[in-house]
């Protein structure tokens, strides 16, 4: 931990430490990281990484508890309490939180790693050792240029964020830490990017403070990515006019959309250059496709978990198609703004038109406020200039919710012959202990211009 931060971004509510099996503990410095942007509270996160097994103690320290539970539910995690202390063993990676008493705004958050890629070598290697790093001056970015692999130590922290507009052939990895980078990895026309192990916190401290954005760019990878953020419009990882990308194993905790895939061009540069000169892009914006979202476990406390459309450009129609999300779990849920309800969303709005969308094995926990379910081909006046072109095709398999907490219904509609949702299908669609045969039985409001609607 450098010098700078070991006062400044302490939360002292617990105490944590590890030890592989009979070995020596060793205490974790405990991260404090700011939650729900519509209560700013601060919950704690500590990570390491290991092999093999590791015994973990976890001490609350500020007031008594008489109950802990973890999170997501599908974790293998079980906890052992003797008096104030908790005992766990772990044999694998995990990520998860404990909650005190189902305090959900304080909770510790356990990022449990394998090791890390090794240090890679060669003249295209950019290395940050242990401690404190931050951007040239003047700047909030590290530069990077095509062909270089970036690679963090664990024991290293940045303070900024990396740019990766125009760059090819790029590699992030190792298991450092972006405190408070704002926009932390920001992609515009990236080729062949892979970006792998990193943890990023977010602060409310900007808007739009991201985990990830993939705009205009092909062939990219993230993997075992941890992200935290706080903040106004600050969503995971959000992806627009793209296509070839693929997101696995990771952990999100997000105080807006936690993973979205949208139509969007969102290029002002490219706009003002095309002004300028009066050439147009010679590499326009295209449609988005072949989005592959898989293994990672969520927690939003504002908007939604899963979400495809709503935004496009309507003088350049495009279509979002052959988007999945597998094996993800959700393990809460709150947005009381019925617009921008549900875990799994569908939208097409300004002229998108969304094709061939699956969401399999999905687990939910809970839902404070919010749809499950929210499949709509429409015109939002609060956020759209046109009518979509309408949803075909969309694929829920293997879908439980415990249903706890205060869901509203979920909802699929269309608004015209023209911005229709066609040929939805539900598989084996559980609610509690309950499977789901009919809309009546899941909840679920079916509005007008809606064809193919099957539930089995």
């Not at 519509?38 to 390491?48: C, K, L, P």
């Not at 147009?280 to 989005?291: E, K, L, Q, R, Y």
């Not at 829920?396 to 911005?419: C, D, H, K, V, Y």
């Amino acid at each position: 931990m450098p010098t700078s931060l070991l006062y400044s971004a302490h939360n002292d509510d617990f105490t944590v430490r590890v030890r592989k099996s009979g070995g020596a503990w060793q205490d974790l410095y405990e991260y404090r990281v700011q939650v729900d942007t519509d209560t700013r509270q601060n919950a704690s996160m500590v990570y390491f990484d290991f092999d093999g097994s590791v015994e973990i103690e976890v001490m609350k320290n500020n007031g008594r508890f008489d109950q802990v539970s973890v999170a997501p539910l599908s974790s293998a995690v079980k906890v052992q309490r003797e008096g104030s202390i908790l005992r766990m063993t772990l044999t694998q990676p995990e990520r998860f939180s404990l909650q005190f008493d189902d305090d959900r705004l304080h909770n510790l958050h356990i990022i449990a790693g394998k090791p890390p890629s090794p240090r890679p070598t060669g003249e295209n290697v950019v290395y940050f050792g242990p401690g404190m790093h931050t951007p040239p001056a003047g700047t909030d970015y590290f530069p990077v240029k095509s062909g270089q692999h970036i690679y963090l130590d664990g024991g290293a922290v940045l303070k900024g964020a990396f740019d990766l507009a125009g760059v090819q052939n790029v590699k992030i990895s190792g298991r450092g830490l972006l405190w408070d980078p704002g926009r932390a990895i920001d992609l515009e026309t990236a080729r062949d990017i892979d970006v792998s192990e990193l943890i990023i916190v977010n602060s409310d401290r900007k808007d739009a403070a991201r985990v990830m954005n993939i705009r205009n760019s092909q062939n990219v990878r993230v993997r075992d990515l941890t992200g935290f953020t706080s903040g106004k419009w600050s969503d995971g990882i959000n992806i627009s006019t793209s296509q070839h990308v693929k997101v696995e194993d990771g952990y999100l905790r997000v105080s807006d959309d936690a993973v979205v895939v949208y139509a969007v061009a969102d290029c002002p540069l490219c706009r003002q250059k095309a002004a300028q000169t009066g050439v147009p892009d010679p590499n326009p914006p295209g449609d988005t496709f072949d989005i592959r979202v898989r293994n990672i476990r969520i927690w939003v406390d504002v908007a939604h978990a899963l979400y495809v459309g709503h935004f496009g450009d309507n003088a350049h129609p495009r279509t979002i198609r052959d988007i999945s999300f597998d094996n993800i779990d959700i393990a809460n849920l709150d947005e009381d703004d019925p617009d921008w309800e549900g875990v799994m969303a569908v939208y097409s709005g300004d002229g998108t038109m969304i094709r061939d969308v699956t969401f399999s094995d999905i687990r939910v926990d809970r839902i404070e406020e919010g749809k499950l379910i929210h499949i709509v081909a429409g015109n939002n006046p609060r956020y759209n200039k046109a009518a979509g072109r309408g949803v075909d095709g969309v694929t829920l398999r293997n879908i439980a919710f415990t249903g706890e907490g205060m869901p509203s219904p979920s909802i699929i509609t269309g608004l015209s012959p023209q911005t229709a949702v066609r040929n939805v299908t539900i598989e084996n669609l559980r609610i509690g202990d309950r499977p789901v045969r009919t809309a009546e039985d899941g909840d679920i409001i079916v509005g007008g211009d809606v064809s193919g609607l099957k539930i089995r």
